[in-house]
Each structure stands twice: as structure tokens, then as C-alpha cells.
């Protein structure tokens, strides 16, 4: 779904940037550093809009390698430690420690008074 929302949007702006192009086909003077050219308006921003979008989209197919090259790479890692982890497992458990638990014979003791306090004191009646 988010693949078409995004192909929509796309459209959506490539026919309100067709639209802005098509209105302004007045010829303008562009410096190209090396000299002048009369261009229409027209074909300088489409042709901006197009460069605009070549360099997103290298930019995109740059990282889909880069995370496809990431991916490779901890699938081959998760394989060698699921590996390890199976040879491990066959030998013998890991050593463990039973934590040992000291006893203190002394009995607790409530921390305030509002714990000593009979029931009836406490608000509730004693008929039920």
C-alpha cells in the first residue's frame, strides 16, 4: 500500500510540474559559465526536474546495495553463530552457580503502625 501511495504522490507532482512547465514557455537567458543561450523556460525546468530526479533515485539504488551488501553480510554472520551455537550445544552445558540463599531466623517486623491496626479500627464494621 505504501508503494502506491508513493507512486500517486509521484504523478501527483510530475503533472503539477508538467503544468508549471507548460505555462511558462517564455525563453530565458541561462549562463553557462562558458557563455550564454537563449533556452525556453519550458525546457529548463523540466530538464532540472528530471536531473532532480536522477540524482534521487541514484541516490536510492546506492543504498538499496549498501543495505542489500549489510544484509548479506549478517545473514553470513547469523549462519556462523547459529553453527557455533549447534556445536556448543552438542559438548557439554555451560557451568552454573545455584545462588545460595541465607535465612534469617528473626521474623519480620511491620515497617509502621498503620499495619498493627485491628480490623475494626481500620473502618470496617464488625457486624459483617
Given amino acids: 500500500m505504501k508503494v502506491q ?4 504522490l509521484m504523478l501527483v507532482f510530475a503533472l503539477i510540474t508538467a503544468i508549471f512547465a507548460v505555462i511558462n514557455v517564455n525563453p530565458v537567458e541561462v549562463n553557462f559559465l562558458f557563455g550564454y543561450a537563449d533556452v525556453p523556460l519550458v525546457l529548463l525546468i ?5 536531473f532532480g530526479g536522477l540524482i534521487v533515485g541514484l541516490f536510492g539504488i546506492y543504498r538499496l546495495f549498501q543495505t542489500q ?5 549478517l545473514r553470513l554472520e547469523n549462519e556462523q553463530l547459529r553453527n557455533q551455537s549447534s556445536v556448543s550445544s552438542v559438548g557439554t552445558p555451560p557451568a552454573y552457580d545455584e545462588p545460595t540463599v541465607s535465612a534469617d531466623s528473626a ?22
Fill in 107 to 128: 521474623p519480620l517486623e511491620p515497617i509502621s503502625d498503620d499495619l498493627d491496626r485491628t480490623r475494626d479500627s481500620r473502618g470496617f464494621r464488625a457486624d459483617k
Fill in 46 to 50: 523540466l530538464s532540472s526536474a528530471l
Fill in 5 to 8: 501511495w508513493s507512486l500517486i
Fill in 69 to 73: 551488501r549489510e544484509l548479506k553480510k
